[in-house]
């Protein structure tokens, strides 16, 4: 399995940015997807994620109403838009999948077994 994402860059607060999250070597479509962060000197946190059949989702309080997952199965690829960026969002983003799993545990770093190589986003004030 491998996933590439990409995307990240250096954007002033308030602006907005897409990442992608491109998927190979299992059946796409069987997975959920899920984005995560890690800013200096934090732990690797959860951002947002959404079920293999693209119809759930769910998001961390911080980003809610601002940050939109999504899949595309045909082109097995994940997607991040990033509107009204803060400062505060400014962390490598990975994406990870795992099988299908409970709803309750989308948002736990545990339940994921393949991860990206990260993207970075940087958020200027």
């Known amino acids: 399995v491998q996933l590439q994402a990409s995307g990240g860059g250096l954007v002033q607060a308030g602006g907005s940015l897409r990442l992608s999250c491109a998927a190979s070597g299992r059946t796409f479509r069987d997975w959920d997807m899920g984005w995560f962060r890690q800013a200096p000197g934090k732990e690797r946190e959860f951002v947002a994620a959404i079920r293999w059949s693209g119809g759930t989702t769910i998001y961390a309080n911080s980003v809610k109403g601002r940050f939109t997952i999504s899949r595309d199965n045909a082109k097995t690829t994940v997607y991040l838009q990033m509107n009204s960026l803060k400062p505060d969002d400014t962390a490598v983003y990975y994406c990870?999948?795992?099988?299908?799993?409970?709803?309750?545990?989308?948002?736990?770093?545990?339940?994921?077994?393949?991860w990206g190589q990260g993207t970075q986003v940087t958020v200027s004030s």
């Open positions: 990870a999948t795992t099988p299908r799993v409970a709803f309750s545990a989308l948002a736990l770093l545990s339940s994921y077994d393949y």
